[in-house]
């Protein structure tokens, strides 16, 4: 799915199409078609079309923060890694997969104590802060992108009972990240979160995100990726928000591919074989196990004392009957990260509790995998809009020394 905004929502209709108003006469309006969510293999999974001006005038738009980032060249000639600056950094996903493109992770904030402990091991040196509604303006680096996947607690379907949305003390957080935002203007900001969001409070929650980001002068896009798309044997459904400052163009670079794979030819027969379930489909060794099926449930939060109840509903058999949950390590497997990742150095409890917190905090993940593939699209936008401005620069040098 997407939908690109700049300045203010006008309506958010549940139909195919969605028309967001610009400018305060709302005498400009950006119309975008909304498909299906998709996947990373080329297949296009919307498509958008524009009317009105390029140029348009934004609310914000002349507002300068004083912490706008640039990126810096070293004596060298060669330009400097591109840079994050993670929040509600768990135990790392986005750090994780954006490092593995190439960009230098900067800043963490999280309040969690034990996914704070994991992510001094891993980064002992980067600059954290802990809670998001004291973060001072000072403590952020420049930074061209911005990630965060923020709290789903209060907006996730798998809650019991009625959802309390962004008007919850968890993912109500957003707000106090809209302010950090707000004060620094980064580049692009990369959101996360359950697809549970697109329908809270009938989908006006998802409007809040989407306005706000909008309000601050990013054209905004989304699209519903899953985990198992992208190389880990988890289906596991999340949206991604891509807010791009003052460039309604880039979220769709970002977000979608302009190829598409090629396609599949063969008429089908009425008495054809029938596709089996990757859910249903198993592998291993039947008569000494284990047995585990093709494609994981996905990975949720949970206790290590659950037993057959818990929302994971991935198990391991074996021939003489015994029934297993996924262990820790293989947890982080299946969303993307190095074998013990959540390991601590120094022991916590005993075995049951510190398994307890290793299922929760990578079943809270971001899958490293899909972060990788989202840093690796804004790598690529970055150094086409950097070099894009090069010229530009040149230009103007040029035609000064000529004038």
Not at 53 to 61: D, E, G, Q, R, T
Request: aromatic share 10%; charged share 25%.
């Amino acid at each position: 799915m997407v939908v690109f905004g700049i300045a203010t929502i006008a309506r958010m209709v549940a139909g195919p199409r969605v028309t967001l108003s610009i400018g305060a006469k709302n005498s400009t309006e950006i119309r975008c078609e909304i498909g299906a969510t998709g996947d990373c293999s080329g297949k296009r999974a919307g498509s958008l079309s524009w009317s009105g001006p390029a140029n348009v005038k934004m609310k914000n738009a002349s507002k300068k923060s004083s912490k706008k980032p640039l990126t810096l060249k070293s004596s060298g000639g060669k330009k400097s890694p591109y840079r994050l600056a993670s929040f509600f950094s768990g135990i790392g996903g986005f750090d994780l997969g954006f490092e593995r493109v190439g960009f230098k992770v900067v800043y963490q904030c999280e309040i969690d104590k034990f996914c704070n402990r994991i992510l001094k091991q891993h980064w002992p040196k980067i600059p954290k802060s802990e809670d998001i509604r004291k973060v001072s303006h000072e403590e952020v680096p420049d930074a061209e992108v911005w990630a965060a996947g923020f709290p789903c607690q209060d907006v996730s379907v798998a809650r019991m009972g009625p959802r309390s949305g962004l008007r919850g003390k968890q993912s109500g957080l957003f707000y106090d990240f809209a302010k950090r935002i707000e004060e620094y203007l980064p580049r692009i900001v990369l959101l996360e979160n359950v697809p549970g969001l697109l329908s809270s409070h009938g989908g006006r929650d998802f409007q809040i995100v989407i306005r706000t980001l909008a309000e601050l002068g990013y054209a905004v896009g989304w699209r519903v990726l899953n985990s198992k798309n992208f190389g880990v044997p988890q289906s596991r459904q999340r949206v991604y928000i891509v807010g791009c400052y003052r460039d309604w163009r880039a979220v769709g670079e970002i977000l979608f591919e302009p190829q598409c794979r090629k396609r599949n030819n063969l008429k089908g027969r009425q008495d054809g074989k029938k596709s089996v379930s990757p859910f249903k489909k198993s592998f291993g060794d039947i008569v000494k196990g284990p047995v585990v099926q093709g494609l994981a449930y996905c990975f949720y939060a949970c206790s290590a004392r659950h037993t057959g109840t818990d929302w994971s509903r991935t198990y391991i058999s074996y021939p003489e009957g015994r029934v297993r949950r996924l262990t820790p390590n293989e947890g982080e497997a299946i969303q993307g990260f190095p074998s013990n990742w959540t390991l601590p150095k120094e022991a916590i409890g005993d075995a049951d509790d510190l398994d307890s917190l290793r299922y929760h905090s990578v079943g809270n993940a971001v899958t490293v995998d899909v972060a990788k593939w989202l840093a690796g699209r804004i790598k690529l936008l970055l150094k086409k809009r950097d070099a894009m401005d090069d010229v530009a620069s040149s230009a103007e040098v040029l035609q000064g020394m000529l004038g």
